[in-house]
């Protein structure tokens, strides 16, 4: 196709596009993530490209992309923008100009010049993570002064069973086995009624949890759970007013109860709840201590694996591989690797 051929397309409008093309092939959080990279490209199209339509889009136009967000372009209040926020950022760009391509909008090969950066291995992995000695007087607060409520149970299928947020969201009523001796939670992937899992079909598994876990979950069930279908007909497990809870509900669970002042301990940061932002609802994600779904799941691998948990059992209640694991999950600083390792050996 020459570029004679190609449709004029505002790049709003082909993002926007791109996203809906997610609706049934991604996760939620994966259209999240392209939704918020790519309000930077159209940002940048409008305010320093010039850019009015997608089929004006040259490599010269993707590399003074990739310098402007690489300086900080779009981060308010930053400089130059870690490496891999930027190998995110470009990556989701590829994929948004070979959608565009699909609808001829652009040249079929214009993603390939989109130079992704070389990260090392450290940059591939985040530093954030929850240590998991902060945990315990978190649920001890929630078990005393918000006991069974709908924040206490999303601490507790996530620390106690290492679920990913999708996970979590995915559980119905039916999914729960909470009677006998033996109480444990059904994950199947369901994408055509809103609720995919991470690994798709491969991600399927049945985890059991402890009789107290399961006390907590019923107690849940019986009280504060409202009695709700979603939008496909499911009857949820963890639901709102509304239905199935949304990712940001479950999000704000960890953001909101990972700061200090929350559960009565003093700030570390020499701020006043009274007036501190972070204290606010609007603020919270932003408090230096406030920690994601994810970070949580990292202390959670870390406490398994400094507890002599193996590394294959592990990945498999946590559904993934031991190589990810190592590599983004499990937290442990040398000495700590090198105690486990000293159980095996420890010679005389």
Same mark, same amino acid.
């Given at each position: ?22 609706? +049934?092939?991604? @996760?939620?959080? *994966?259209?999240?993530?392209?939704? /918020?990279? %790519? &309000?930077?490209?159209?940002?940048? !199209? ?32 930053? +400089?130059?923008? @870690?490496?891999? *926020?930027?190998?995110?950022?470009? /990556?989701? %760009? &590829?994929?948004?100009?070979?959608? !565009? ?248």
């Amino acid at each position: 196709m020459s570029d004679d051929d190609l449709v004029a397309i505002p790049p709003k409008e082909a993002v926007d596009l791109h996203l809906d093309s997610l609706e +049934d092939t991604a @996760a939620d959080w *994966t259209a999240t993530g392209h939704r /918020s990279h %790519l &309000r930077a490209w159209v940002e940048w !199209c409008r305010e320093e490209g010039g850019i009015d339509s997608m089929d004006e889009v040259t490599g010269r136009d993707i590399y003074e992309f990739r310098r402007w967000r690489r300086n900080g372009g779009y981060s308010r209040g930053k +400089d130059e923008i @870690a490496a891999r *926020t930027l190998h995110t950022a470009l /990556s989701t %760009l &590829r994929s948004f100009l070979r959608t !565009c391509a699909s609808i001829e909008a652009v040249p079929e090969d214009l993603f390939e010049k989109v130079q992704l950066p070389t990260l090392s291995r450290n940059e591939q992995v985040s530093d954030s993570w929850l240590p998991p000695e902060r945990v315990p007087p978190i649920l001890d607060y929630l078990s005393s002064y918000e006991y069974a409520s709908r924040d206490h149970v999303i601490w507790v299928l996530v620390w106690h069973t290492g679920a990913r947020l999708g996970a979590v969201r995915a559980l119905d009523l039916g999914d729960v086995d909470l009677d006998g001796d033996e109480p444990g939670l059904r994950y199947r992937h369901r994408p055509d009624t809103g609720t995919p899992l991470k690994n798709n079909e491969m991600g399927e598994r049945y985890n059991r949890v402890s009789r107290r876990v399961a006390r907590v979950l019923q107690d849940y069930i019986d009280g504060p759970r409202k009695e709700v279908t979603d939008g496909h007909g499911r009857t949820p497990l963890v639901t709102t007013k509304q239905g199935r809870l949304s990712p940001t509900c479950i999000r704000n669970a960890f953001y909101r109860w990972t700061r200090p002042c929350k559960i009565g301990e003093e700030c570390p940061h020499d701020e006043d709840p009274d007036t501190c932002e972070y204290a606010r609802h609007t603020g919270m994600s932003s408090c230096p201590s406030a920690r994601s779904t994810h970070d949580v799941r990292k202390g959670r691998v870390t406490k398994y694996r400094n507890d002599g948990v193996p590394r294959g059992v592990v990945a498999d209640r946590l559904d993934c591989s031991e190589e990810i694991l190592d590599k983004h999950y499990d937290r442990a600083n040398e000495r700590e690797k090198a105690d486990r390792r000293w159980e095996f050996i420890d010679e005389d």
